[in-house]
């Protein structure tokens, strides 16, 4: 059934972004059981007069559930997830789409999560009364014939997408209800028998299973990564500017490791690690760390030892481990002659020379309030003297094709600061660039640090202030 589906995943339910419309539907047109029974009765033993036919069929039903529970409880990606749980569906049942839709903790509303689409207008119409039933209620619905049955109105969504057969099964986790699962076909007549239901909520149990884990463990990294975001910011509180370096220095280190092409969970170490690639200096003094001139040879002494001290802070905590590189290298130097190890080529570890290009990079084209920075096109020639002694070749010759390539264009401090219409991130000072029809009171997230800003205008002249997080 879904051969040549294409697959969707969405973060909000929002019609226009996803193709799902909801129409009211009268509930006549439904057939509906509890979902639990029918769930009991799947596994039931079979009849003493079952022929070999009807056992060898039971059999390949529960191999087929087995088989698709591996597959889903082996995931801990919310969004894959969701992809597995639609593609077992498919393998199960003949459908043409199917979508998750999953309730918001915060606001109770429905929410389409991902959705899967074989049918080419790409527009899925759902019963909201199919789906309001089986989360309210925990049925498990189905329809069939709709395209025969005299009960449907000629307006209803079914008649209207020519829907022959629909299902909606709950997604319940102990006593709470997640979400739904709705599939349908086009087209062909009672595509869906009450086998089809069953293996639906027989596969819907270990999915509501396995989301409600996904989305305990996805708090968990967001717990994890808002513990981080607190040490980095610390140093806020003494020194400005170095937010919006931490944010811009994380964002070129992402792009440059995307180009060597690590994968996505070595994407959120590199993402974690230029976050706190600075954080060792809330040990450096006041009056060394907010200095705007030359520092002395003691203080430069006291500021080398800000690697070592984000390292330590570290130490002690075991899921901090793989990002003491990034804190603890980032000013070794290719020749030798770096601190606070004096390592030499590859004996710096690859996170440690990925970041300190791109720390040089935001250094050098970064104004503070004592200094303008200076052109991109000057800092990726200092830079370039350097390949080889201060830099790693490979970084620095990546660095520059990304540049030249425009994929780190966005997180230069300034590069949208002479457009008629930008502000300036309140939270990490990079430049953002706004939309033409960009309203008063518009709330937006910032492309470099990723917190939501409102726009606001004063004679004429806009600026953003932060919303206020959670």
């Known amino acids: ?22 129409e009211a539907e009268e509930e006549g047109t439904i057939e509906a059981s509890n979902a639990e029974e029918i769930y009991q009765t799947f596994f039931q033993e079979p009849r003493p007069a079952a022929t070999e036919d009807q056992l060898r069929e039971t059999q390949k039903r529960l191999k087929a559930i087995y088989l698709a529970n591996q597959v889903i409880a082996s995931e801990r990606n919310l969004q894959r997830l969701f992809a597995r749980v639609i593609d077992q569906v498919f393998a199960l049942v003949p459908a043409h789409n199917g979508v998750i839709l999953i309730r918001d903790e915060r606001t109770g509303e429905m929410v389409t999560e991902y959705v899967k689409s074989g049918v080419a207008d790409g527009e899925i119409k759902i019963s909201s009364s199919i789906v309001n039933r089986a989360m309210d209620r925990g049925e ?45 076909t086009r087209g062909t007549r009672n595509a869906f028998v009450g086998g089809d239901l069953e ?11 396995a989301i409600k884990n996904a989305q305990f463990l996805h708090k968990l990294e967001q717990a994890y990564k808002d513990t981080l975001i607190v040490l980095a910011n610390a ?27 690590w994968d996505e969970e070595k994407l959120k170490e590199v993402r974690m690690g230029g976050v706190l690639h600075d954080v060792g200096k809330v040990g450096v003094p006041d009056a060394i760390l907010q200095k705007p001139n030359t520092l002395t040879d003691d203080e430069y002494a006291q500021m080398k ?5 984000g390292a330590r802070l570290m130490q002690d905590v075991g899921f901090l481990h793989p990002l003491i590189p990034y804190c603890l290298y980032h000013h070794e130097r290719f020749d ?24 040089t990079l935001d250094a050098i084209t970064s104004s503070r309030p004592y200094r303008k920075g200076k052109d991109p096109e000057l800092a990726l020639k200092i830079i370039e003297e350097g390949r080889g002694t201060q830099f790693d ?34 939270f990490c000072s990079t430049f953002i660039r706004l939309p033409e029809d960009v309203a008063e009171g518009q709330e937006f997230d910032c492309d470099v640090c990723h917190r939501q800003i409102r726009v606001l205008k004063t004679n004429d002249v806009y600026y953003g202030e932060l919303v206020p997080q959670g």
Not at 305 to 309: D, I, K, L, S
Request: proline letters at 5%.
């Open 1 to 22: 059934g879904g051969a040549g589906a294409t697959e969707t995943p969405a973060s909000a339910g929002k019609e226009e972004d996803t193709g799902i419309h909801f």
């Open 140 to 184: 498990a619905i189905i329809t069939f014939n709709a395209a025969d049955d005299s009960r449907f109105d000629a307006g209803a969504s079914i008649i209207a997408q020519n829907i022959s057969s629909a299902m909606c099964v709950p997604l319940t986790h102990q006593d709470e209800r997640l979400g739904v699962i709705y599939v349908d």
């Open 199 to 209: 293996l639906l909520v027989a596969l819907a149990g270990p999915a509501s299973i």
């Open 235 to 261: 140093i806020e509180l003494r020194d400005h500017y170095t937010v919006g370096h931490t944010w811009r220095v994380t964002n070129f280190a992402t792009v440059l490791a995307r180009e060597l092409g």
């Open 305 to 309: 030892v800000h690697p070592e001290r």
């Open 336 to 359: 030798g002659k770096g601190y606070p190890f004096g390592l030499k080529g590859d004996e710096i570890p690859i996170e440690g020379r990925l970041i300190a290009v791109a720390d």
């Open 393 to 426: 070749p490979e970084c620095v010759d990546l660095l520059v094709r990304c540049y030249r390539d425009g994929k780190i264009d966005s997180v230069l401090q300034e590069f949208f600061k002479k457009e008629a219409r930008s502000i300036a991130c309140p």
